[in-house]
């Protein structure tokens, strides 16, 4: 007796997934898209710079080029410690506990560290700036002086929401210092003219431009499946003012609408979403129109009315699981589209606010260096979008062809 083939027993997603694996460029789209959407999951716990908004600005370093170093003196804040969770971290960043303090050199003197400052220029000489060991190391309480005994070598001192008295002796400090408080940091992609890390904002911007692709794809799905089912099942009035909808949104440039959205609603990183959504709906709502028009005289439809089945029961149990299909490729070219609609509301200005990072805002920000000593400093951010954008395109050609059931070998299909 012949083996039955086991391709009977499989269902046309699996049949799409196969046929999206052997497309590469697809497949290098949604590699893209994986890692990115990583990136901006974690966010602040991959980030060098965790500040909230990686806003952790270093005037003396403006414009440092890719793979800068500078040797740092790390001193602690006076002031109650800022720890957070992780996932608190992860999500809103983290207020450092220490100033980061540039120098291009350094020296001890008693309870004191000299550090020369970094001024940003190699041909002018920093002065020399002193800091108290203990002061660096703790978060020293003012309210109590620090006793420094220099015959015996130590330093007495409270600190910071502590009533027991700290005694160390000049040589520990010293070792502390040298060993977690003087630190080398290296910027992988340079800095920007605000002295902030630049790929920090980099992969903080990756979660703004998903933020707002994923939540305006959400509700343009919301309303254009809404909108669109009522049309083409209902029919007649319902059709025609759904229609007349559609129309009217349609005839408004897309970027005029959403401007004009944003600024109803006033400037901010939540507005874009509702804004964008509210823009993306009237396409998902025409195609899933005119697949709902073709689903309702099939069979399957005429045979669950005359079970008895509710119209609401026909629409979400039979009629809107068959027409999925074109709302995912749609999802991902809206996705692509979300994305360089917020880039350019970022850019004219009414998109996420600053110190927010948004690739469009950078772009924006650093467009005079481009013709300049940085042109890396908008080239960049502008390099993310296109990347981001192309592998979405590419996911959703993919997408198309792969759902696509008419590619499907009639005997791969299990009647």
Not at 26 to 32: E, H, N, R, T
Not at 325 to 347: H, R
């Amino acid at each position: 007796m012949a083996k039955k083939d086991d391709s009977y027993s499989h269902s046309l997603s699996y049949f799409a997934w196969q046929r999206l694996k052997k497309n590469k460029l697809s497949m290098f789209g949604l590699i893209v898209i994986i890692l990115c959407m990583i990136m901006a999951i974690l966010g602040f716990a991959i980030t060098p710079d965790s500040t909230p908004d990686a806003n952790d600005q270093l005037l003396e370093l403006s414009k440092k080029p890719p793979g800068f170093e500078i040797k740092m003196l790390r001193t602690r804040k006076n002031e109650p410690t800022h720890a957070v969770s992780f996932f608190t971290k992860m999500i809103y960043g983290e207020v450092s506990d220490f100033r980061s303090i540039p120098f291009s050199d350094y020296h001890f003197e008693g309870n004191d560290i000299v550090v020369r400052e970094y001024t940003g220029d190699e041909k002018r000489r920093g002065t020399d700036i002193n800091y108290n060991l203990a002061d660096a190391v703790y978060a020293i309480d003012y309210n109590t002086p620090i006793v420094n005994n220099l015959e015996e070598g130590y330093t007495e001192f409270y600190e910071f929401g502590s009533d027991t008295k700290i005694r160390k002796t000049v040589v520990e400090l010293r070792a502390e210092v040298e060993k977690n408080y003087i630190v080398t940091r290296n910027y992988i992609l340079g800095t920007d003219p605000a002295g902030r890390d630049l790929l920090s904002r980099l992969i903080i911007g990756t979660r703004v431009s998903f933020s707002v692709g994923f939540i305006s794809v959400f509700i343009s799905v919301v309303i254009g499946l809404l909108m669109g089912a009522l049309a083409g099942f209902y029919r007649g009035r319902v059709d025609d003012v759904i229609i007349w909808i559609i129309n009217v949104v349609w005839s408004i440039p897309t970027l005029l609408l959403v401007i004009a959205i944003t600024l109803a609603l006033g400037k901010g990183f939540w507005q874009v979403f509702v804004a964008v959504g509210l823009t993306m709906w009237v396409e998902v709502a025409r195609v899933i129109r005119g697949q709902v028009m073709s689903l309702r005289e099939k069979e399957f439809i005429e045979a669950g009315r005359a079970l008895g089945f509710t119209n609401y029961r026909i629409i979400m149990r039979h009629v809107l699981p068959n027409v999925m299909g074109p709302v995912i490729v749609i999802s991902a070219a809206n996705f692509a589209s979300a994305i360089l609609i917020e880039a350019g509301l970022s850019f004219l200005g009414i998109g996420a606010q600053p110190p927010t990072a948004s690739w469009g805002a950078m772009i924006n920000a650093h467009r005079g260096y481009i013709i300049g000593d940085a042109p890396y400093l908008a080239f960049l951010p502008g390099m993310a979008i296109m990347l981001m954008v192309l592998a979405f395109v590419l996911l959703g050609n993919g997408l198309r062809d792969s759902l696509d059931t008419k590619s499907v070998d009639d005997d791969q299909i299990m009647y």
